[in-house]
C-alpha cells in the first residue's frame, strides 16, 4: 500500500491527481463501449461527452454506494465549494450536450 499511498500524495486543490488520472483514463479505455452500450438502447452519446461526464458520473455513483470522497464532500457541502459545483455543472451541460435519442 505505500506505493499508492506514494501516488495519491500529491493533489492539486486537494484532490488526489492520482484519482483524476485512473478515473480520466478508465472512461477513456472503456468510452466505445459504453457508446456501443447506449447505441443498444437508442441513446447516441459520442465517445468525446464520456470524458466530460466522468466526474459528474463518478459524485453520482460515489454518492450511491456511500463512499464520501473529499470532492464528493465539497461538492454536497451547501454552504461553500462553488467553484467545484460550477465546474461540475459546465461538465455535465458540456457532455449532455452531444447526447442524441434516437427513435
Do not use: C
Request: no cysteine; net charge positive; hydrophobic share 50%.
Amino acid at each position: 500500500m505505500e506505493i499508492l499511498e506514494f501516488l495519491r500524495q500529491f493533489r492539486l486543490g486537494g484532490y488526489a491527481i492520482f484519482d483524476f488520472v485512473v478515473a480520466f483514463g478508465g472512461i477513456y479505455l472503456i468510452s466505445p463501449r459504453l457508446t456501443r452500450l447506449f447505441q443498444k438502447i437508442k441513446i447516441r452519446v459520442p465517445k468525446r461527452n464520456w470524458l466530460f461526464l466522468t466526474l459528474p458520473i463518478s459524485i453520482l455513483i460515489h454518492l450511491i454506494v456511500g463512499s464520501i470522497t473529499p470532492m464528493t464532500r465539497d461538492f454536497i457541502n451547501i454552504y461553500g465549494n462553488y467553484t467545484l459545483k460550477i465546474v461540475i455543472l459546465i461538465l455535465l451541460i458540456l457532455g449532455l450536450r452531444g447526447v442524441r435519442v434516437r427513435k
